[in-house]
């Protein structure tokens, strides 16, 4: 749930009410692909409740990652606009809030203000991504000094979590139906 609190951290009330005015409710089946390998995404979304593999099907279906609640998925293309390297696919009846990709690009590019707190957030999110895979895989650091090295959130990013965490919480209970 880290990431979606990094995002809502940078985000105000009015971004928020546009994610609930433009944003659908979908509910995912068991085992149904939310995104393809290969095949661009026409959504952005966010993990309600249910979890996600994140599979390579390419390289008979390696798992990533798996990614569940307060998660943010498609970011990367929405970010690049190339296709997606792996699918994710729902491991049980999975609710997420999908963000058409063409109204939120015209969103970002009508509303500069907006625009400028959804990179930061979404930065945000990659940065975080970043340094999990970096202290996975321990580059140059023995594992004792990597935790220091990495460190934690500073009060002030606590402080934006914690209003962060009540914005998310405000976003579930305001989502449209499907």
């Known amino acids: 749930m880290k990431k979606i609190l990094l995002f809502f951290s940078e985000l105000n009330n009015s971004d928020l009410d546009w994610f609930v005015q433009k944003g ?10 939310l995104i393809r390998e290969g095949q661009v995404s ?22 990533l990652a798996k990614i569940s609640v307060g998660e943010i998925v498609g970011e990367v293309s929405f970010i690049d606009t190339r296709p997606p390297l792996a699918s994710v696919r729902s491991l049980e009846e999975c609710v997420v809030l999908s963000l058409p990709r063409m ?17 930061r957030a979404i930065c945000l999110c990659l940065s975080d ?14 594992l004792d000094d990597l935790e220091s090295h990495l460190g934690g959130f500073g009060q002030s ?22």
């Open 24 to 33: 659908k409710k979908e509910t995912i089946q068991p085992d149904r692909l």
């Open 42 to 63: 026409d959504a952005l979304y966010i993990v309600v409740s249910g979890s996600f593999s994140v599979v390579i099907e390419s390289q008979e279906l390696k798992e």
């Open 103 to 119: 109204q939120l690009l015209s969103k970002l590019q009508q509303d500069i203000s907006f625009s400028s707190r959804f990179y």
């Open 129 to 142: 991504r970043l340094r999990g895979t970096v202290s996975r895989l321990g580059y140059g650091y023995e």
């Open 157 to 178: 990013m606590l402080s934006n979590l914690e209003l962060a965490e009540a914005k998310f919480n405000w976003l579930l209970k305001n989502m449209r139906g499907s």
